[in-house]
């Protein structure tokens, strides 16, 4: 069999931490498409650095059919892909959605070829960029994807590589105990401007705490499992282990960059107007975070 040819578009904290881990698993990448050019990717990581050898297209022109394309920009961003989807992904191609939030398939699906196949993907990764072309990675990442011959697929592609692909029957839970923690902690922490650790002291931490059940029982509705006690617990497990880290909005906010409010907190209202169930914390954090958001984003 030939060797698969793979695509990163989006070439940020997440998808360069995943083309480290694609090259880890022995894997040569055709290309990565990026807004703007840069060297090298490097990616430094507790077993070293892995450097990325591989072609840095800045023009969607120049991209050609891959077997598998890795979209990693931020969710607000992905209509503007569509001239790189056009390019990379025909019928068969797997495209694997690395981004926030429950609605993946819905959000990518109309950009891409019919035949295409849609793997959303639950990522927990922490990494960031320090630089363009250089990721600064923490502990080894992890994939949650819905179990099947995608999952499974993407598991055996990125088999060797030290990140974990973990193919889950029930994708839905998973999406969304992520998005609670996105929607509620990383929402406060970003109109507070702090890092994690400050939704462990209150009044934060309460408002943390009801902002996730709120979205719990948006969740439970939408067919997921949340325990009555995971809210507390996600946020003593979150605040103690990673208490110094950033949200990737909260850095956002920080830097002057456009925001990904929609796809963790607005699509919680949505759902719940879905299920006729009232999210007023959420509505209003939602607004909040659309009135700091600085001009010129698209949502």
Avoid: Y
């Avoid at 250089?134 to 088999?159: C, F, K, N, T």
């Avoid at 103690?240 to 929609?262: C, F, K, N, T």
């Avoid at 659309?290 to 698209?298: E, K, L, M, T």
């Amino acid at each position: 069999m030939s060797a698969p040819k793979i695509a990163v578009v989006g070439v940020g904290a997440i998808g360069g931490a995943v083309a480290g881990a694609l090259v880890d698993a022995g894997h040569r990448l055709a290309a990565l498409c990026a807004r703007s050019p840069f060297e090298q990717l490097e990616v430094a990581h507790e077993r070293g650095t892995t450097r990325v050898d591989a072609p840095i297209l800045t023009a969607p022109a120049d991209a050609s059919l891959a077997d598998w394309v890795f979209l990693a920009v931020k969710a607000h961003q992905t209509v503007a892909t569509k001239p790189w989807l056009d390019g990379l992904a025909g019928p068969g191609t797997r495209v694997v959605v690395l981004q926030n939030g429950i609605d993946h398939a819905e959000r990518v699906a109309p950009l891409v070829a019919q035949g295409a196949r849609v793997v959303p993907a639950v990522v927990q990764i922490p990494a960031e960029k320090v630089a363009p072309g250089r990721i600064r990675q923490g502990r080894d990442g992890a994939l949650q994807v819905p179990d099947g011959v995608d999952g499974q697929a993407l598991a055996a592609l990125l088999a060797g590589a030290a990140m974990q692909v973990q193919p889950t029957a029930d994708f839905a839970t998973a999406a969304w105990n992520k998005l609670a923690m996105n929607a509620a902690l990383g929402g406060v922490c970003t109109l507070m401007q702090r890092e994690n650790g400050a939704a462990a002291e209150e009044p934060a931490r309460s408002l943390v705490v009801a902002l996730m059940e709120e979205v719990a029982t948006v969740a439970r509705a939408d067919g997921a499992e949340f325990p009555g006690d995971r809210c507390a617990r996600i946020i003593d497990a979150v605040t103690a282990a990673a208490g110094s880290h950033w949200s990737s909005i909260a850095v956002d906010l920080r830097e002057g960059r456009p925001l990904e409010w929609d796809a963790r907190n607005a699509v919680v209202g949505r759902r719940g107007r879905e299920h006729g169930i009232a999210t007023p914390l959420n509505d209003a954090l939602t607004s909040l975070l659309q009135a700091v958001d600085p001009p010129g984003r698209s949502g």
